[in-house]
């Protein structure tokens, strides 16, 4: 299990990634599990603080996958 707190930065005008069109303090949370020596799985929601127009960008964000280990 983890927590963590960022910023994200967007550069350009038009400029739209996954985080939203805005500069933005980010919260994140998620959890990470070994199936094996070298397979996990994941999941993490990441929160965007700055959220002027919530009917148009949803604020948050969920990532779930599957790991290699090396």
């Known amino acids: 299990i983890y927590a963590g707190a960022g910023y994200t930065f967007v550069t350009g005008k038009d400029t739209k ?3 939203g069109m805005r500069n933005s303090v980010v919260v994140t949370a998620g959890a990470e599990a070994a199936l094996s020596d ?9 929160y965007r603080l700055n959220n002027p127009n919530l009917k148009l960008n949803n ?8 790991g290699y280990r090396f």
């Open 59 to 66: 604020p948050v964000r969920v990532q779930v996958g599957v």
């Open 38 to 46: 070298r397979v996990v799985v994941y999941s993490d929601a990441q």
């Open 17 to 19: 990634i996954p985080a």
